[in-house]
């Protein structure tokens, strides 16, 4: 079993960054893809980004794409997720999940965080 616990959520504004990361129990992070999702209220959870076991492989909403970066430190057991030029919109609650392979999907993902909110202002 994996556990998995967000961080670096938090408010700013719109232009700025964040840097989320997600750092998980247990000695098996290596064996799972992961991915972050984010839900604002009112709407359904989405796919943010995902990245393979290795770390060679990402993918990312095409909503996203130019403005966000996943990135993995197995050694430390932690996925991150850069977000830059940040607006509104992104405006969420961000999850982090791990899966048996890199997928858009929620119900690919067998462990869920906490999530940890962001909040853009205009």
């Known amino acids: 079993q994996v556990q998995l616990v967000e961080s670096g959520g938090g408010f700013v504004q719109a232009g700025g960054s964040l840097r989320l990361s997600c750092a998980a129990s247990g000695r098996t992070f290596s064996s799972y893809a992961m991915g972050w999702f984010r839900q604002a209220p009112g709407k359904e959870r989405e796919f943010v980004a995902a990245?393979?076991?290795?770390?060679?492989?990402?993918h990312y909403a095409d909503s996203l794409k130019g403005r966000v970066t996943i990135s993995r430190d197995n050694a430390k057991n932690t996925v991150y997720l850069q977000m830059n030029s940040l607006k509104p919109e992104d405006t969420a609650v961000y999850y982090c999940a791990a899966g048996m392979g890199v997928s858009v999907v929620t119900t690919d993902y067998n462990y869920w965080g906490q999530g940890t909110q962001v909040t853009v202002s205009s």
């Open positions: 990245i393979s076991r290795s770390g060679f492989v990402t």
